[in-house]
């Protein structure tokens, strides 16, 4: 039998907790890592803050302008 469990929002100090009862379980895991849409969406401000910080921006006069340069990405 298998059974897919999925937990978000913990902290990394239950991991041993999750792999001891598996063990004394006698089952077998797989520990997948992956970041959830609100960690994506906290990694994505950080970074956008960073650059902004940091100088790495585009400015344009006008939306025209704006277009022009995203058709040339």
Not at 16 to 25: D, G, H, I, T, Y
Not at 45 to 65: H, S, V
Request: a positive charge; proline letters at 1%; aromatic letters at 12%.
């Amino acid at each position: 039998m298998a059974l897919k469990i999925e937990i978000s929002g913990f902290d990394k100090e239950f991991l041993p907790v999750f792999e001891s009862l598996a063990k004394s379980l006698k089952a077998s895991y797989k520990l997948i890592n992956f970041e959830t849409q609100q960690e994506q969406k906290e990694n994505s401000m950080q970074k956008a803050i960073k650059e902004l910080k940091n100088g790495e921006y585009e400015t344009f006069k006008g939306f025209d302008e704006y277009k022009k340069a995203m058709r040339g990405i």
